[in-house]
């Protein structure tokens, strides 16, 4: 089971880790990297993961909730490249922002 402890030194270890990267390069196609400075935007409320299941129609399960009121998801997301229509394309958005639905 996930408690708040182990997020917290989540959030702490990969904000540390985030905040010392290098920009990418961008030379490998399918690579996603975090960017300098990306933190967890965290913090939902009960009532914004309330709509959020509504939204969806399913249940969180608590770790989930715990997760989402703690972390939620980072920001800024990660970026990469890709091919699109035959041409190399910066992509983004890489994990979900279940309140807006980006990426959904």
Avoid: C
Wanted: hydrophobic content about 40%.
């Amino acid at each position: 089971m996930v408690n708040t402890e182990f997020l917290e030194r989540l959030r702490a270890e990969t904000e540390e880790r985030w905040a010392r990267l290098q920009p990418p390069p961008f030379k490998v196609i399918g690579r996603m990297d975090w960017r300098p400075g990306t933190r967890w935007r965290g913090g939902l409320s009960d009532a914004e993961m309330d709509a959020a299941e509504a939204r969806f129609g399913l249940t969180f399960p608590p770790d989930y909730r715990l997760f989402l009121a703690t972390l939620h998801t980072p920001d800024p997301e990660m970026v990469g490249t890709k091919f699109a229509y035959g041409t190399r394309v910066r992509a983004e958005a890489f994990w979900e922002n279940i309140i807006n639905g980006d990426n959904l």
